[in-house]
């Protein structure tokens, strides 16, 4: 059993491997047409900036790619994983310290940044 779940790993593994470089390729014609729109439309900067950090996090944020790929695998391996995936988030937050394994894989995926305001 443990090689049959290695072997569908490794497989799945080398799947989002090939659609994060389909991807990263998207991002980049993304930002192309953006600096294109930029200058032909003289966008202010600030506009600029802010809908350039929205398309990069957008990137980053392949949240339904990585849930789905997690949420194939094996208890021990998915554990495993979403450890790797977020510790540095654990890490930066102090209620995930010293919390189970199994706990920061079944929460941690589920975070969204929240922007507050003052007020």
Same mark, same amino acid.
């Given at each position: 059993m443990g090689v049959v779940g290695?072997?569908?790993?490794?497989?799945?593994?080398?799947?989002?491997?090939?659609?994060?470089?389909?991807?990263?390729a998207k991002l980049k014609d993304k930002l192309a047409s953006l600096e294109d729109i930029r200058?032909?439309?003289?966008?202010?900067?600030?506009l600029y900036r802010r809908l350039r950090l929205a398309l990069n996090y957008d990137h980053s944020?392949?949240?339904?790619? #990585?849930?789905?790929?997690v949420?194939?695998?094996?208890?021990?391996?998915?554990? #495993?994983?979403?450890a790797v995936m977020?510790?540095?988030l654990v890490g930066s937050i102090k209620f995930f310290q010293h919390k189970?394994?199994?706990l920061i894989a079944f929460v941690v995926p589920?975070?969204?940044p929240m922007k507050m305001e003052h007020g």
């Open positions: 290695f072997s569908f790993a490794i497989g799945g593994l080398s799947s989002v491997l090939s659609t994060l470089d389909a991807k990263a200058t032909e439309y003289k966008i202010p900067y600030d944020k392949n949240a339904e790619d #990585q849930v789905n790929f949420a194939n695998l094996p208890a021990g391996l998915k554990v #495993q994983l979403s977020h510790r540095d189970p394994p199994h589920l975070l969204r």
